[in-house]
């Protein structure tokens, strides 16, 4: 069952343009919104993450924008670089005690020089 | 600091084989678990831990088996090794409270065949 959905599958952004990746999810009891940045041959790692008392979250040129009403959420990329080129994984969980998180399928960004 | 440490980083079996991936982290993590990662279809968790002694399945658990016997140990063991199995296994921590920021490892590639 997939709880999290994440498009688009892959990307092809210029260097300097902004890549946008989408996801929505269906458990309104989720309030912890992660992003994951994965490079060839690594594990995912932290990038960015986000809860729902806010509309928006900036770290650099890594913004997430979270709209609860449409239970969606989206990175932005600003200023893409090609060393960005990665796979990108949302995920979610809810907040009461602890709960695993649910991965959205992953977006393959590549940001050409 | 080493992190999450996984071993082998590469591993070829035979239709039928056993064998345990290793996983082990240094940061007091009670929180473990393992995923594998397929084209298309993002992270699925196979087991996971929530402290020594205490296992549960994920969504794919089918030919695998886990113990959590420290802390810092959660080796995951394939029974008898099926084409299906290949895949590239990443093991995660996190601590139980405190934003939920998972660390993985770098992942090991098994090819079955």
């Known amino acids: 069952q997939q709880q999290v959905k994440q498009s688009p599958q892959s990307l092809i952004v210029q260097k300097g343009g902004i890549s946008i990746i989408n996801c929505a999810y269906e458990?309104?009891?989720?309030?912890?919104f992660p992003w994951y940045q994965q490079f060839p041959g690594k594990g995912p790692a932290l990038l960015i993450a986000?809860?729902?008392?806010?509309s928006e979250k900036k770290e650099g040129r890594f913004t997430i924008s979270f709209n609860k009403s449409a239970k969606q959420f989206s990175l932005h990329i600003m200023d893409s670089q090609p060393g960005d080129s990665a796979t990108y994984f949302c995920a979610a969980s809810m907040n009461t005690g602890f709960q695993k998180l649910v991965f959205g399928t992953g977006t393959r960004l590549l940001v050409s020089p | 600091n080493a992190g999450v440490t996984q071993t082998p980083k590469f591993q070829v079996l035979k239709t039928g084989q056993s064998m345990t991936l290793q996983c082990a982290q240094d940061?007091?993590?009670?929180?473990m678990s393992w995923y594998r990662q397929d084209p298309g279809m993002g992270l699925r968790l196979i087991h996971y831990s929530v402290g020594a002694g205490i296992t549960d399945q994920g969504e794919v658990p089918n030919g695998y088996n886990v113990s959590r016997s420290t802390t810092e140990d959660f080796p995951l063991r394939l029974l008898s090794a099926a084409p299906s199995q290949t895949s590239v296994y990443f093991c995660?921590?996190?601590?139980?409270?405190?934003?939920?920021?998972?660390?993985f490892g770098s992942g090991t590639r098994l090819t079955v065949v």
């Open positions: 995660a921590s996190s601590h139980l409270t405190g934003g939920y920021g998972y660390t």
């Open positions: 940061m007091n993590h009670e929180y």
């Open positions: 458990n309104t009891a989720f309030d912890y």
């Open positions: 986000i809860r729902p008392d806010v």
